[in-house]
């Protein structure tokens, strides 16, 4: 077998390993996650919930070093409506999100997104985020004060009720929480809350009695259930914290083994849970030191996991007030957003709410070049198609050699033939002959490999922009591709839809896979037939197998590909006509329909 015919029978079977191996961790195993992890969600909805994971009335050490536990009786689950209206509460009310907080235990514990919904149908219903204790899904706020062990002074806690100067929070009216122990202390709350999703709160306490007291502020984020995630190997959801200078990712099931997770004495950062494209985070003070925990607990099947941080304690002379501040992201992880809030409240490294991934240096300027195409288009799909020429515009001159090269090398086939037939049995010679020859032609033997190998970063660092960034959800594209970020829609399986069933998942083939195949097989026969027949089977049935491999992937990628073959067939089109070297494509599509007509029977 020829020395080049080997190195482009490797290469392509490292690229079809490499894409085989990806899709199994990006699709196979995940999938199989997640159908487990819903089977576990389902059975979880339907036991008891548990209390807030923290006991501010409890009588303790100010480190929050006890697991959450469960009541004995617990209520039975309700509808989020049902337990929403159990409580008074206060009106969330922002362009960004909508919903409530509870005057009982003063939780914010109710947040809707106003500008997502559930599926691509617009009258489907928006992203509920947080939702109460005794709901199906309880995920919420809450925040206090803790004293030192051996006090019997009572402390607002998850039943006391407030009292509020306000019936809605806005952005730009404020609302103020009081609640008085009766004991001389009175307890503050002011909540304010941006145009996006950050709300600030502003936890004082007032001594009016005649002895000092010692306090803590605390501020929880408390999910019960094990949330169905993703799966996905290269996406982080779960608990999430920039603290210790360090990011934290356990996953729910580290939490859960280890029961607690603790970090002592950080400066700046935030804790708290991420899901795929939402988050819930608490983001401390930066200036000042406190600690950490993820911490799990369980009661029968029911799993409760929480994030929480707890400030130093704070003596309040008779006649003064203590004050300390906490903020809470609950809402969408748009970049902008985010960036944002680093830059504007400097919070430490709260860019990595987002996974960018091992690629960031490449998946961060990749997404702001696209994202800035789709504000002057209008359309991801088509900011994709543009972005894929200025990748194809920067590896060109890398290209243009490698495809001069390969022109060249085929130039001077016939010469390398008459060099194995001159030394059929001596190959150091062979070789010896060979790479003279290529020294005088000024050929590069390996050059075609380098530009597939250098797009393979970019190719997987489009794939996470595509899959994790929240601006990719539900962006169409043309025609049948309403969302660039799910696989295409339409089978040939029904008839791209004609007949009223859906297709298995390994049978899901949609147009633009089909399209994105036909382009590689387009590719493929630019170049002469090997003369090994099983290299030849291989490079036949390659653009089969990845039509269907990538049947499954986010159609953004699928398009991007099929745009990325049907530019390097120009490309190589151009550079094999320039070098005075045969264009391939028609000969062999010629030779293929040949062999099935009757004429070439006879």
């Given amino acids: 077998m020829p020395k080049e015919d080997n190195r482009n029978f490797i290469l392509a079977l490292a690229l079809s390993f490499i894409v085989i191996v990806a899709w199994n961790f990006l699709y196979g195993l995940p999938q199989m996650r997640q159908q487990k992890e819903a089977q576990n969600q389902v059975q979880q909805s339907q036991q008891s919930p548990l209390p807030s994971a923290a006991s501010p009335n409890a009588t303790q050490q100010p480190n929050m070093s006890q697991a959450p536990t469960a009541s004995a009786v617990a209520p039975a689950v309700e509808s989020r409506d049902a337990v929403l209206a159990r409580s008074p509460r206060v009106a969330i009310d922002t362009p960004s999100i909508a919903g409530s907080i509870s005057l009982t235990g003063g939780r914010i514990d109710d947040v809707s997104l106003k500008r997502y919904r559930e599926t691509v149908d617009p009258k489907s219903p928006i992203i509920e985020l947080l939702s109460p204790s005794g709901s199906t899904n309880p995920l919420y706020a809450e925040f206090g004060w803790v004293g030192a062990a051996g006090t019997s002074t009572p402390l607002p806690n998850s039943t006391t009720l407030w009292t509020a100067d306000a019936k809605t929070l806005t952005p730009d009216k404020p609302m103020t929480l009081t609640w008085d122990n009766g004991q001389g202390l009175l307890f503050k709350r002011v909540i304010s809350v941006d145009s996006n999703s950050m709300f600030t709160i502003v936890d004082s306490v007032e001594n009016k009695g005649s002895a000092s007291a010692s306090l803590s502020n605390y501020a929880l984020i408390s999910r019960h259930g094990t949330p169905t995630t993703s799966g996905y190997y290269i996406l982080h959801e779960g608990p999430l914290g920039y603290v210790e200078d360090k990011l934290q990712e356990p996953s729910y099931a580290d939490i859960e083994k280890a ?4 970090f002592k004495g950080s400066t700046g950062g935030f804790i708290g849970f991420t899901d795929k494209y939402w988050a819930a985070a608490l983001i401390p003070d930066q200036s000042i030191s406190y600690d950490g925990r993820f911490t799990f607990a369980q009661a029968g099947s029911l799993k409760t996991y929480q994030s929480d941080l707890l400030t130093p304690a704070q003596t309040i002379e008779p006649g003064k007030s203590v004050q300390s501040t906490t903020r809470l992201f609950a809402g969408a992880k748009e970049v902008a957003a985010i960036d944002g809030y680093e830059q504007s409240l400097a919070i430490k490294k709260f860019k990595l709410m987002i996974d960018w991934g091992w690629f960031w240096f490449i998946t961060q300027p990749l997404f702001q070049i696209i994202d800035w195409f789709f504000k002057v288009t209008g359309n ?17 001159p890398l290209a243009n050699k490698s495809y001069a090269s390969m022109a060249k090398m085929k130039a001077v086939q016939p010469e390398m033939t008459a060099i194995r037939e001159r030394f059929p049995d001596d190959k150091l ?22 530009p597939v190998l250098l797009q393979i970063p970019v190719f997987f660092a489009l794939y996470k922009v595509i899959f994790i960034t929240i601006e990719m959800r539900h962006a169409p594209f043309f025609g049948w591709i309403k969302d660039l970020s799910a696989p295409d829609p339409t089978t040939f399986v029904n008839l791209f839809g004609l007949l009223p069933f859906e297709a298995p998942t390994f049978l899901h083939l949609g147009v633009w896979p089909i399209i994105m195949g036909f382009s590689m097989f387009l590719q493929m026969k630019m170049n002469p037939e090997p003369a090994d027949p099983v ?17 499954s992937f986010p159609a953004g990628l699928v398009i991007y590909w099929t745009w990325n073959n049907l530019l390097s067939v120009t490309q190589q089109g151009f550079i094999m006509k320039k070098n005075g070297v045969k264009i391939e494509l028609f000969d062999n599509l010629k030779k293929m329909f040949a062999k099935g007509s009757p004429t070439d029977k006879k």
């Fill in 259 to 262: 029961k607690a997770k603790l």
């Fill in 380 to 396: 991801f799909g088509v900011a994709i198609l543009i972005v894929t020429v200025l990748v194809k515009g920067v590896f060109f």
């Fill in 429 to 450: 010679k062979q070789q010896q002959a060979l790479m003279e020859l290529y020294k005088k032609e000024k050929i590069n033997p390996i050059a075609g490999c380098w």
């Fill in 535 to 551: 290299q030849k089977q291989i490079f036949s049935w390659m653009p089969v197998i990845f039509t269907f491999m990538l049947g």
